[in-house]
């Protein structure tokens, strides 16, 4: 009976210690059970299940205590706000990996996800660290527990800097040295990938100098990040690698054929320019490869042949060239 009760009371003691540290640390902690449900399917269980196990938790996420010690599912459904594309991605990342735990192929689990606050109406970066904490007599997983901790102002620190390293000062879109990282970390997904060249950019330049020729550069590019928001492109980043020189990656829906967006594309971008009152017609060419990374394992093997098919009707009337 006694040794009972010391092992009771190591356990509180270690207990108390945890919570101690959790608030120092401000983790929040929570945990779901598993062993209610059959359902290979976690979504809505999930919905109805996760419990919080401090106050640190709700302080974090801005949320507020129930009855039940469990998260309310009109909560949850905030949190993983479907409105943000971020946000939903981070739901379905959080749900694979509690299911593949749930089916014994992984442990634990690490996330970086993006949360919608309520009670501030932003989004913060938590990232979320859990594991299975208990097991059946089968050995079947029938609790997930995780830590959580506010990770939003290293985060934005963190893409400040990419900001700062990554982006063009003059136009404000990605630089030649994003575009190079992309490609060696695999971060470029798009069907195609297209070289653009302004044609006579250096006749502005020399007619009306080379601080109008900057604000010509910034208009061009913010038409194509209007189109970009646009139904144009189904996905669409653009680089700036040389000075009237750039990169454009981008898909198009399955339904659709290239040759068809880029005319809508070219239709939009050849409208009139009016800069400090100076009526214009930016003309540019155009070099289109099919995008596979595997063919391409140089990225500048990868522009030269868009290049190339550039310079193919550079001067012509044709405004782009698809090299296959």
């Known amino acids: 009976m006694n040794k009972t009760k010391n092992n009771t009371r190591e356990l509180e003691a270690v ?3 945890l919570q101690m540290a959790y608030k120092i640390g401000k983790i929040g902690a929570w945990s779901i059970k598993l062993e209610e449900t059959e359902s290979e399917e976690l979504r809505e269980y999930f919905a109805n299940n996760l419990a919080y196990n401090n106050d640190e938790f709700l302080e974090i996420l801005g949320l507020n205590k129930t009855k039940s010690g469990l998260v309310s599912k009109k909560d949850l459904i905030l949190l ?3 409105r943000n594309e971020e946000c939903a991605l981070t739901k379905s990342k959080f749900i694979k990996a509690l299911t593949l735990i749930r089916k014994g192929k992984i442990k634990k689990s690490q996330l970086l996800m993006k949360v919608f606050i309520k009670s501030t109406s932003s989004y913060k970066y938590v990232e979320n660290k859990f594991m299975v904490t208990d097991y059946d007599e089968n ?3 029938i609790r997930i527990s995780g830590v959580i901790t506010d990770e939003t102002k290293e985060v934005k620190y963190k893409r ?8 063009d000062s003059i136009v404000g879109t990605w630089n030649k040295k994003k575009l190079e990282d992309d490609f060696k970390k695999k971060k470029i997904k798009a069907q195609y990938v297209a070289f653009v060249d302004l044609d006579n950019f250096k006749g502005i330049n020399d007619e009306y100098g080379h601080f ?3 604000k010509c550069l910034f208009a061009f590019t913010n038409r194509i990040k209007h189109i970009k928001k646009t139904d144009i492109f189904k996905k669409m980043e653009i ?3 040389y000075g009237d020189e750039f990169v454009i990656c981008f898909s198009v829906e399955e339904n659709e054929i290239v040759t ?3 005319d809508k594309f070219f239709k939009k971008m050849k409208k009139e320019y009016i800069i400090e009152g100076i009526s214009l017609v930016m003309d540019f060419s155009m070099g289109v ?5 595997d063919q391409f394992c140089d990225l500048m093997c990868m522009l030269n042949k868009a290049d190339k098919a550039m310079y193919k009707i550079k001067g012509s009337t044709t405004d782009y060239k698809i090299e296959e």
């Open 160 to 167: 400040m800097l990419e900001e700062i390293a990554y982006k």
């Open 15 to 17: 207990n108390a210690r």
């Open 260 to 262: 068809e967006v880029l």
């Open 289 to 293: 490869v099919n995008y596979d990374r």
């Open 239 to 241: 680089y700036r690698v």
């Open 139 to 141: 050995g079947k997983p």
């Open 212 to 214: 109008f020729g900057d």
């Open 80 to 82: 993983f706000s479907e």
